[in-house]
């Protein structure tokens, strides 16, 4: 049965986290969000310590997890109407246990660890004790990984890895890596390379800078170039079988683009609510306001069938992963992922434009917003990666026409038709 309501219970649930996050975390981020990349130390920790035991109490830490991992095994579809409400916040999700990329390497180490990985990575990670990161793209391209060239190899009865990462996102704060190499050159392009679990002060390990973003200064940002310089680990650091790589990857980003889509809908609503504020607040000649014009009446009607699409399009992918998997909906998260870039940069550049000088200055979110536009099309990979596979599996569910003319051709269809009712043709 379709419903489009929302359970009381969790109701209640979203209502509290509504108010929880524009009072207190909201207000946090405007005077500490500068100092969210500080890891577990310095000023902020006493501070947002116990917010996190706020939402423990409210049985709201970790939700992306199933009960016996410390969650409350909500799905996917709850968890959109969640991340609707934290992606307001970069802080939200440190508060509420569910910050990337922790969320997606807390759940492969979940599915593919042994009792022993799990109880010294994952078990802290679920407690928010430490943080993780995710060593997989270099500079030789991120979207292919066939094109990879960091190694391991066997040495005795461990590992040696060599070679360089780029974008390894978070990993001058964190505790340990999950690290993405190749183990077998020569194998097919799904089973070359393996993925270890490497704490990140392991010998070898060295952080040759931390790379910027749009908006950030040089040398400030928090996503690093790594060089392995013969970093040395023992057998029990495989995570996932030789040659399985791939396929942990692919369990992770599922998940991982599916909530990145998820949060963009509190972005793109908070542009559109200011575009909407600004439209009614604004005069123009003749003491008329903005939202008088058509132009900017329909740049809202405009944006507001996208965000509603959207976020309906998000809603429908969840809970298609709630009824199969990520991977029996790849194609609806593809879909989701190239659609968040599209939505994010058309909603907010409308919301910055109509904010004219003010639009592009820092003392709105909006030019924060838009510097991270770009970011949406490329990270968890480029939109026309997933624009290609979507293709593909679109197509294989469809076949060339047997004859010349295209199956809709309608002098066939009607001679088709008279046969098969055997009336005279209409004079």
């Given amino acids: 049965m379709w419903d489009f309501s929302t359970d009381p219970e969790f109701q209640k649930k979203l209502d509290w986290m509504d108010a929880f996050i524009r009072d207190e975390v909201e207000p946090l981020e405007l005077v500490w969000g500068g100092k969210v990349h500080q890891g577990l130390k310095g000023d902020l920790r006493p501070i947002i310590e116990p917010l996190k035991?706020?939402?423990?109490?409210?049985?709201?830490?970790?939700?992306?997890?199933?009960?016996?991992?410390?969650?409350?095994?909500?799905?996917?579809?709850?968890l959109a109407l969640m991340?609707?409400?934290?992606?307001?916040?970069?802080?939200?999700?440190?508060?509420?246990?569910?910050?990337?990329?922790?969320?997606?390497?807390?759940?492969?180490?979940?599915?593919?660890?042994?009792?022993?990985?799990?109880?010294?990575?994952?078990?802290p990670l679920l407690d928010g004790r430490c943080f993780s990161a995710f060593s997989m793209t270099e500079q030789t391209g991120g979207a292919d990984p066939r094109t990879f060239r960091c190694a391991a190899f066997p040495d005795g009865d461990g590992w040696v890895i060599r070679g360089e990462k780029y974008?390894?996102?978070?990993?001058?704060?964190?505790?340990?890596?999950?690290?993405m190499a190749v183990t077998d050159p020569d194998a097919d392009p799904r089973r070359r390379m393996s993925m270890f679990l490497v704490p990140t002060d392991t010998p070898g390990i060295e952080i040759l800078r931390n790379v910027a973003t749009m908006g950030e200064r040089s040398g400030q940002g928090h996503h690093a170039h790594i060089r392995y310089d013969d970093v040395r680990v023992g057998a029990d650091a495989l995570l996932g079988e030789r040659g399985g790589a791939f396929a942990v990857s692919q369990a992770r980003l599922g998940g991982g683009r599916i909530h990145h889509a998820m949060?963009?809908?509190?972005?793109?609503?908070?542009?559109?609510?200011?575009?909407?504020?600004?439209?009614?607040?604004?005069?123009?000649?003749?003491?008329?306001?903005?939202?008088?014009?058509q132009l900017v009446q329909s740049s809202i009607a405009d944006s507001y069938i996208q965000i509603q699409q959207f976020r309906l399009m998000i809603l429908h992918t969840a809970w298609l992963i709630d009824q199969s998997s990520t991977k029996e909906a790849r194609t609806q998260i593809a879909a989701c992922k190239v659609a968040a870039a599209r939505v994010f940069h058309d909603v907010v550049y409308k919301a910055m434009h109509l904010h004219g000088a003010l639009g592009v200055s820092t003392?709105?979110?909006?030019?924060?917003?838009?510097?991270?536009?770009?970011?949406?099309?490329?990270?968890?990979?480029?939109?026309?990666?997933?624009?290609?596979?979507?293709?593909?599996?679109?197509?294989?569910?469809?076949?060339?026409?047997?004859?010349?003319?295209?199956?809709?051709y309608l002098p066939d269809r009607r001679e088709a038709a008279r046969a098969k009712y055997a009336g005279p043709a209409p004079t």
């Fill in 83 to 123: 991340n609707e409400l934290i992606g307001r916040s970069h802080l939200a999700s440190f508060v509420f246990g569910c910050q990337a990329p922790d969320t997606g390497n807390a759940e492969i180490i979940a599915m593919f660890g042994t009792d022993e990985q799990k109880e010294r990575y994952l078990t």
């Fill in 53 to 78: 035991d706020r939402v423990k109490e409210q049985g709201l830490w970790a939700c992306h997890l199933g009960p016996e991992l410390g969650g409350q095994g909500y799905g996917q579809l709850k």
């Fill in 363 to 408: 003392d709105t979110p909006l030019a924060r917003l838009w510097q991270q536009a770009p970011l949406m099309g490329i990270m968890d990979g480029p939109t026309e990666v997933h624009q290609s596979s979507m293709a593909r599996r679109i197509l294989a569910d469809y076949e060339p026409s047997p004859t010349d003319w295209p199956t809709q």
């Fill in 167 to 179: 974008f390894t996102s978070n990993a001058d704060i964190a505790d340990f890596l999950i690290v």
């Fill in 263 to 293: 949060r963009t809908v509190a972005a793109v609503k908070l542009a559109f609510d200011m575009m909407c504020e600004r439209a009614l607040s604004r005069e123009v000649y003749g003491g008329r306001p903005l939202a008088s014009k």
